[in-house]
């Protein structure tokens, strides 16, 4: 499997972006696909990740229940809708990944778990 991230831009304060990542191949609906965003700098750290089904968790500090992850099997593709952003979401964000269900022990926060990922998406959100 292949990721392409993209969707990434320039907006203000306050406004909203959704980012898409397709992937490659059908297998694609096996496998967890996870957000991570690498402000300069910065670590690379875990947004929001989407299970095979549908189910999704979030880092609730950095999301604040403002993103959305979601995906569409039928296209390959997983979401991330970031609505009235914050200039502290500028990063580059990256989708990822794993062929693992998100239930049980918690191991999606980790970037190190991820098998796969997309090549990163520049955000930047002006004040």
């Known amino acids: 499997v292949q990721l392409q991230a993209s969707g990434g831009g320039l907006v203000q304060a306050g406004e909203s972006l959704r980012l898409s990542c397709v992937a490659s191949r059908h297998i694609f609906r096996s496998y967890a696909v996870g957000w991570f965003r690498q402000a300069a700098g910065k670590d690379r750290d875990f947004v929001a990740v989407?299970?095979?089904?549908?189910?999704?968790?979030y880092d609730a500090d950095s999301v604040k229940g403002r993103f959305t992850v979601s995906r569409d099997n039928a296209k390959n593709t997983a979401y991330l809708q970031m609505d009235n952003m914050e200039p502290e979401d500028t990063a580059i964000y990256y989708c990822?990944?794993?062929?693992?269900?998100?239930?049980?022990?918690?191991?999606?926060?980790?970037?190190?778990?991820?098998?796969?990922w997309g090549q990163g998406t520049q955000v930047t959100v002006s004040s």
């Open positions: 990822a990944a794993a062929p693992r269900p998100i239930t049980g022990p918690v191991w999606y926060q980790r970037a190190a778990e991820y098998r796969v």
């Open positions: 989407v299970g095979v089904n549908g189910e999704t968790r």
